[in-house]
């Protein structure tokens, strides 16, 4: 059955496309979400991209025909602005004449003049709450939700198998069979009773790992098994995306930046490490900050810096923060995101810190940029997400983690293992 979808402009702003997500069903946008897309044409970032994205998106769309009465889209639905009226329905007296009140009026309106099933679909939870509360049927928008905890772990484990991992040890390489593991993903990690190797899906063999818990980088090696598997990942030229999920303190950040010193400054392998962070949800500018650019920038790049320092001091070499700020110079750059964006991203290693701040949208269009012989790590955990409009399920970490698990040119680990002090693990588990 045919049903009438009313699209809050939260949802428009996460995802410019989400028009197109709803089947062959009736999408309806109010009137009064146009007015706040218009308003926030004008705002620097990804909302103010995104907001022109929509408008250009719409005006497509309106050559189509009379887009009050509702054009047909290419996936067998239809797109209504909807123009409220003389309506009888009225709000309660208590609510405001805010703009989240205009669009419960107009999905009421829509319900009492139509017998098609009505969802008002918005990323604000108060929002759903108070529709909810009059009546409307309210979702959250659901197409780019991933729960984490379905997210493969990147690696698995085989015990009781003595014979084969003195096999591994040996010979270097296993045939996955060996161990009844026909459906490993490309460059999953496998643990057989301590022996480590990496599927390489173009051989369909579990090759062992190269390097070990002595290998030591910069002055760090890793301390438990998923940090070597992360290392693996980052130091293959061959995988140009690594996605690392862990919560604080397990070491994807260090070893991160620590694998694109080795591969920017001591391998050459590519031309420039980028390390970045988004500043704030939903892509706000620093422009909105007072100060210089470069003074707007240290407090959200703070670990970032903290962590070069470390590393740099284990080379007894100096690290010059302002050369390392300031654009375009050097090997090494850190860079608010917004920087990065709209830039061709060529001969490069790039990470992506707290990447669980990002928009699925937003990811692509970082990932869709990458040049020649670019790599893209990706890190950050999805528990802890400070956007108002996104969470676990629906950031682009997991996003991008889901849908390049089968590829052979993505690899992935999820770290759970904590190596700061005791104090401070115990603080992760318990104080969530």
Known sequence: MVK?????????????????SFEDNNVILPLPVLE???????????????AREVARELDELRKRGRIYEGVPLDNGGTLRIMVLRDTKVKLPRFLSDKMDNWILLYTLDLMENSDLPTYLITKDINLRIKAETLGIKAQ??????????????????????KELAEKLMREGFLDPRKVGLEDLRPNEFVDVDGVYGRYVEEYRTIKKLDIDFRTRWWGIKPRNREQLFAMDLLLDDSIKLVTLIGTAGTGKTLLSITAGLVKVLDERRYRKLVVTKPVVPMGRDIGYIPGKPE?????WIQPIIDNMEFLFSNRNREFDIDSMIKRGRGKVEILVLS?????SIPDQFIIIDE????????????ITRVGKNTKIVLTGDPSQIDSPYLDEMSNGLVYVTSKF???????HVSLTKGERSELASRAVELLK
Do not use: C, W
């Not at 009438?4 to 197109?20: A, M």
């Not at 659901?142 to 997210?151: G, I, N, Q």
């Not at 698990?405 to 690899?411: K, T, V």
């Open 4 to 20: 009438n979808y009313v699209l809050d402009t939260n949802v428009l702003i996460h995802d410019p496309k989400s028009i197109y």
């Open 36 to 50: 706040e897309i218009d308003g926030l044409k004008k705002r620097n970032g990804e909302i103010g991209r995104n």
């Open 140 to 161: 959250d928008y659901l197409r780019d939700r991933t729960d984490p905890e379905e997210l493969f772990s990147g690696y698995v484990e085989i015990r009781g198998k």
């Open 295 to 299: 003074e707007k920038m240290l407090p």
């Open 339 to 343: 920087y990065l964006r709209g830039r």
């Open 355 to 366: 990447a669980q701040n990002l928009t699925p949208h937003e990811v692509k269009t970082i």
């Open 405 to 411: 698990y089968e590829e052979p040119l993505a690899g």
